[in-house]
């Protein structure tokens, strides 16, 4: 809920972007609040005049490899990773900026949020934005994602178009 105090944005207009993006990504929650529930434990990220709120890659990751290791054997994911530049309207200047990312082998996966930032205006350093999530597939490249179920070793390569 941070985001919206901090950014003066009200849960209707990040819920309208929401359903926007819903037309892109039917697995999106319709509410913005299911989102910020889902993750009571991140700690936002005062970025200017916004908030970034980190949702995270590998906790993502997990949630899908764990599942997939009941059915199939596989030690490599390919993602697909997007930053989204939203204008909440051409009149308004607030902007939210979602990190997506999909598993698009060995299997798909549906679009999760890997983290979003909220505010006036838009971030001065993408870097900021995108540093934490870097840092996550910097790691996961030299160590990879270790699976509870598995003694594998995941490792990923680059697959984006963004």
Not at 80 to 96: A, E, G, H, K
Not at 123 to 148: C, H, Q, R, W, Y
Request: hydrophobic share 35%; charged share 20%; glycine share 6%.
């Amino acid at each position: 809920m941070n985001l919206i105090t901090a950014t003066s944005l009200s849960i209707r207009d990040a819920d309208q972007i929401l359903n926007g993006f819903r037309v892109l990504v039917p697995d999106l929650p319709s509410s913005i609040r299911s989102i910020l529930r889902t993750y009571t434990s991140v700690q936002p990220k005062f970025i200017g005049s916004g908030v970034y709120y980190h949702l995270g890659l590998k906790t993502n990751l997990l949630r899908y490899v764990e599942l997939w290791l009941c059915t199939s054997d596989f030690d490599t994911l390919d993602l697909n990773i997007n930053i989204y530049d939203l204008s909440i309207s051409r009149s308004s200047n607030q902007y939210l900026w979602p990190i997506l990312g999909r598993i698009v082998a060995p299997r798909f996966s549906g679009v999760f949020m890997i983290g979003i930032y909220g505010g006036n205006t838009k971030p001065a350093e993408f870097n900021e934005i995108s540093a934490e999530t870097i840092s996550e597939i910097k790691e996961m490249t030299d160590v990879g994602l270790p699976s509870v179920k598995s003694s594998h070793k995941y490792t990923y390569t680059k697959n984006s178009k963004a």
